[in-house]
């Protein structure tokens, strides 16, 4: 099973300024990596797939990069609306998938 | 639009069964593969299964292989999770989730997501 490890566990920016959320794969997911947003008592919503492709509908400042085994979220000058929980998925290994244990982004 | 709402969570006892239905509208199901993903209270999200477009291959986590059952009805637009000899480590939201990718095979990220449904395992 390919393991997913997101950091930091916790993350505390200022609205304005940006967040990097960090994904590092087990062994190689190629960029079948994708990020998903979820707020308290609603379900997960797709923000990036194929590592770096914004869903429809994302605004551009979420973004990500990487490939192999090391990925990045980043958020650009953070809105009120962008303090949620954040996961990263691997699909690489499908037809079975793993998720990060997800990062808090919380308001400083 | 696009819409996937889940029902048939609820309380049950360990050892128990417990049917899941997740309605689909809005896109041509029997092109999407579909999923299941669950969330224990407080915790992060877990893979549980997945079905292809045609219904003809099934997926399982380890968890629950072998007690639980996924189908679907592509006539009704309907997804299903048969859940049998629950545990308490069953207790969890489940979402169904819809595949981006419409070539109907298991692959790729989740797009749309139901609002979940409640189960809660205890005696």
């Known amino acids: 099973e390919i393991v997913m490890t997101q950091s930091p566990a916790t993350l505390s920016v200022s609205p304005g300024e940006r967040a990097t959320l960090s994904c590092r794969a087990s062994q190689t997911v190629n960029s079948n990596l994708a990020w998903y947003q979820q707020k308290p008592g609603q379900a997960p919503r797709l923000l990036i797939y194929?590592?770096?492709t914004r869903a429809t509908g994302i605004p551009a400042r979420f973004s990500g990069s990487g490939s192999g085994t090391e990925f990045t979220l980043t958020i650009s000058s953070l809105q009120s609306e962008d303090f949620a929980f954040y996961y990263c998925?691997?699909?690489?290994?499908?037809?079975?998938?793993?998720f990060g244990q997800g990062t808090k982004l919380e308001i400083k | 639009e696009v819409q996937l709402v889940e029902s048939g969570g609820g309380l049950v006892q360990p050892g128990g069964s417990l049917r899941l239905s997740c309605a689909a509208s809005g896109f041509t199901f029997s092109n999407y593969a579909m999923s299941w993903v669950r969330q224990a209270p407080g915790k992060g999200l877990e893979w549980v299964s997945a079905i292809s477009g045609s219904g003809g291959s099934t997926y399982y986590a380890d968890s629950v292989k072998g007690r639980f059952t996924i189908s679907r009805d592509n006539s009704k637009n309907t997804l299903y999770m048969q859940m049998d000899s629950l545990r308490a480590e069953d207790t969890a939201v489940y979402y169904c989730a819809k595949f981006y990718d419409g070539s109907g095979y298991c692959r790729g990220a989740f797009d749309i997501w139901g609002q979940g449904t409640m189960v809660t395992v205890s005696s």
């Open positions: 998925q691997q699909y690489n290994n499908w037809p079975t998938f793993t």
């Open positions: 194929r590592a770096s």
